[in-house]
């Protein structure tokens, strides 16, 4: 099932071992989408490995950007402003609904539901035209930096995001109505990749696919970042850890996103959105252009970056995949000595020949669209 | 619980072995000799009280010109009680193989693939080391600090003569 396949969801190349329609073995070959990012960090300044981290999980890049923030301000020591927590926290669940909804429309399309790719993206796209107007680019948007959030959100940006969480709900009551007790989906997702609650932790999963299992680990609750142990919110648990449940799991996670969303709408703190260390965060843009001071600010942040003392630190972040996890070793200088992505769709991916051994070679499909797998988290 | 206090319950269990500890920014961690990686792993993934049931990763660091050269780090993780804890072990350049812990977590079987693939690093006890990222001809360790960031030197010819 080679690297060039539409339900591979990019290029993951599967040699499988039939026999008839059963699968006998399966050995997932990955690395095309390799493209050296834990090596280019390691000559970057930490500022421009930010671009680095949108691009590992695409669908998703305001929760890896925070990720990344996150593992270096605890590095160095900083504290962000409440507001800039708050924004933050906006961007990482939009991001949560946005690649969830992509996950759905490409999980049931590949699984033979097309409509329901029809109706969630457009819905994507009004989220992506929210980062538009928030940061001005769709996809990788490179929010969150070092310090804070790269610019301030406009009064327009939190009446559009009040109107989409408004109208979202019933669209999510709209796909359920497409699958949730459709015949054939059923019959395609339940008891299919069935992992029981000590496999899932024993494979090292994380994310949908673990809480499919049952298992109560959402990193947002376990170790809480930016402003998420000021909101409330639920975790849905599975029970039987098969595909129908971790699809379940996956909608119910956009309801509790708007759910947070909205009490960060309401809660919204006024402030600066970024810490005030001259030597990390950049000086306002208006007084760049005004005197010669902080223009050379400027130059050496952008041109030399800062340095980061000696010293090194892991830092775990739910993504919407999983657990993103930053551990990132400094020596004193300008660009990180190594820093190791700990990339969820990776280690979920492992869990793909157990899932699949002795089904069908439709299942296959199935299968990968619950893990839920992004090719360019996978190969970093 | 704390985690200096799990260092000290493996130096009770495995005296000798904890050759150094430390901790940055409230992340501690256990700096292991090589001999019995595998079995200390397994005394913390199963002692009911520590019971660090979640490999969150297994990574290695090249740390040039020093010597020892490299660093394993496992990074473990318990469910049930919320701990974390670091360990590293230093591996020569020269004798660079390490005992394989996919018998205690089955998820380090593609983490230590990466870490053979990247670093050169081999884990014996392994059912299965190969490379995972970089093609499965391919010579040389990518992440190594002598390992060049443009990549290798090689000429493409894209009208080859003849």
Request: glycine fraction near 8%; aromatic fraction near 10%.
């Amino acid at each position: 099932m080679g690297p060039q396949h539409p339900s591979t969801h990019g290029v993951l190349r599967l040699v499988l071992e039939l026999d008839g329609e059963r699968v006998m073995s399966c050995k997932p070959y990955i690395g095309y989408l390799h493209r050296g990012s834990e090596k280019l960090a390691e000559v970057k300044s930490y500022q421009q490995i930010v671009p680095l981290t949108d691009r590992f999980d695409y669908l998703s890049c305001g929760n890896n950007n925070l990720a990344y923030a996150i593992a270096v301000e605890k590095l160095m020591g900083i504290e962000v402003p409440e507001r800039a927590d708050y924004l933050r926290t906006i961007v990482a669940e939009l991001s949560r609904i946005s690649s969830h909804l992509l996950w759905l429309a490409t999980h049931a399309a590949d699984i033979g539901a097309v409509t329901v790719l029809l109706y969630t993206l457009r819905e994507r796209e009004l989220i992506l035209d929210l980062f538009e107007l928030l940061t001005g680019a769709r996809l990788t948007v490179s929010y969150v930096n070092i310090g804070g959030v790269r610019r301030d959100a406009p009064k327009e940006f939190f009446d559009r995001c009040d109107e989409f969480i408004k109208i979202l709900p019933a669209k999510i009551d709209d796909y359920n109505t497409l699958i949730m007790e459709n015949r054939i989906w059923l019959g395609r997702t339940k008891g299919i990749g069935v992992i029981p609650y000590d496999e899932a932790i024993d494979w090292g999963l994380t994310g949908g696919s673990l809480r499919g299992s049952g298992v109560d680990y959402d990193l947002r609750k376990a170790i809480p970042y930016a402003a998420y142990d000021r909101v409330e919110f639920d975790v849905p648990l599975g029970t039987h850890g098969d595909v129908y449940d971790r699809y379940i799991i996956r909608v119910e996670e956009m309801r509790q996103s708007i759910r947070i969303i909205k009490q960060c709408l309401k809660d919204m703190p006024d402030g600066p959105y970024k810490a005030d260390i001259p030597a990390v965060t950049l000086p306002p843009k208006d007084r760049v252009m005004a005197d010669i001071e902080t223009l050379v600010h400027q130059f050496v942040l952008v041109s030399k970056g800062f340095e980061v003392q000696k010293g090194e630190v892991y830092v775990g972040c739910e993504v919407p995949k999983g657990e993103l996890g930053f551990y990132i070793v400094s020596d004193g200088g300008t660009s990180p000595l190594r820093m190791k992505v700990r990339s969820p769709s990776f280690v979920n991916l492992q869990c793909l020949p157990r899932m699949v051994y002795g089904r069908m070679l439709a299942d296959i499909v199935s299968c990968i669209g619950s893990i839920d797998i992004v090719l360019g988290e996978v190969d970093r | 619980m704390d985690p200096f206090l799990i260092i000290e319950l493996i130096k009770g269990k495995f005296p000798g072995e904890v050759t150094g500890q430390g901790s940055f920014a409230s992340q501690s961690w256990a700096v292991l000799g090589k001999g019995r990686v595998a079995d200390i792993c397994r005394y913390l993934k199963e002692d009911p009280d520590i019971k660090m049931d979640y490999l969150i990763d297994v990574t290695a660091v090249d740390y040039m010109p020093r010597a020892p050269r490299f660093e394993v780090v496992y990074q473990l993780h318990s469910i049930k009680h919320g701990h974390r804890l670091r360990l590293k072990v230093p591996v020569e350049e020269k004798d660079a193989t390490i005992q394989s812990v996919t018998s205690v977590w089955r998820t380090a079987n593609w983490h230590e693939r990466e870490t053979y693939d990247m670093f050169g690093i081999e884990f014996t006890g392994h059912p299965e080391l190969r490379r995972i990222l970089m093609p499965d001809d391919w010579e040389g360790f990518p992440l190594r600090k002598d390992y060049p960031i443009e990549g290798p030197k090689w000429t493409f010819e894209p009208w080859p003569e003849g």
